[in-house]
């Protein structure tokens, strides 16, 4: 029932180093990618994006891939923060629709 | 610009009460969606309105829950009568021109709903 899936709750990562968090999604026709990220008592915010019509996006220390034959995409963080500590949500849409369909997020801490 | 702003921030209820949360979006937006986080499902959208016209409500849980906007700068989500299942956090968010397709959301801080 689950159209976008965060198998991983949580991931812990040294602080340099790279943080990976991945993303699975079943409707093919999903053909626009998102990542937003959580703070505790505060809402998601935009982190990055990627279309379909592309395989990799890149915003700083931020890289969204994305593989489309296995409809599956990832956020590479490099290298990762302490403040990178967060709840990070993927989401997708497609053509047409207006709303997004979300994951039920990753919680990534950064040990210093 | 304020962002989007919702309130209460905390709610706590008993159960067969009514719960009212309020959305404010940003200035200019004409898309509003209400999502609610839950650890099992994490955000599930529930309605969303484009110009102040409800759009979609397909994912209201069931007839107790109910969302309004009257003008564009405010909406509300009405549950009524509350159960303890409803406890979840509530967020509203807007965005401009497309809704969710390439154009990010923007969301509020969430109201926490506690119904015991």
């Known amino acids: 029932d689950q159209q976008v899936k965060q198998n991983s709750p949580s991931l812990s990562v040294q602080e340099g180093r790279i943080s990976i968090l991945n993303c699975d999604y079943t409707?093919?026709?999903?053909?626009?990618f998102l990542w937003y990220k959580k703070y505790p008592a505060e809402g998601p915010t935009f982190l990055i994006s990627i279309s379909s019509i592309k395989d990799k996006n890149e915003d700083g220390r931020f890289t969204v891939f994305l593989n489309k034959s296995a409809k599956h995409l990832s956020l590479h963080i490099v290298p990762s923060q302490p403040g990178d500590s967060a709840v990070y949500f993927c989401?997708?849409?497609?053509?047409?629709?207006?709303?997004?369909?979300f994951g039920t997020g990753t919680r990534l801490t950064v040990i210093p | 610009d304020a962002g989007v702003i919702q309130s209460p921030r905390h709610e706590v209820t008993e159960m067969g009460q009514e719960v009212t949360l309020r959305c404010k979006p940003i200035?200019?937006?004409?898309?509003l969606f209400w999502y609610r986080q839950t650890m099992m499902r994490g955000l599930e959208l529930l309605i969303y309105f484009n110009n102040n016209v409800p759009i979609d409500d397909s994912g209201m849980p069931e007839d107790r829950f109910s969302a309004k906007m009257p003008n564009a700068s405010f909406s509300t989500l009405k549950i009524q009568p509350s159960e303890p299942r409803d406890s979840a956090v509530y967020f509203c968010a807007s965005s401009f021109n497309a809704g969710a397709y390439n154009s990010p959301l923007h969301f509020g801080n969430g109201t926490r709903l506690t119904v015991t």
């Open positions: 989401a997708a849409s497609s053509a047409g629709a207006n709303n997004l369909f």
């Open positions: 200035s200019g937006h004409d898309y």
């Open positions: 409707n093919s026709m999903f053909d626009y």
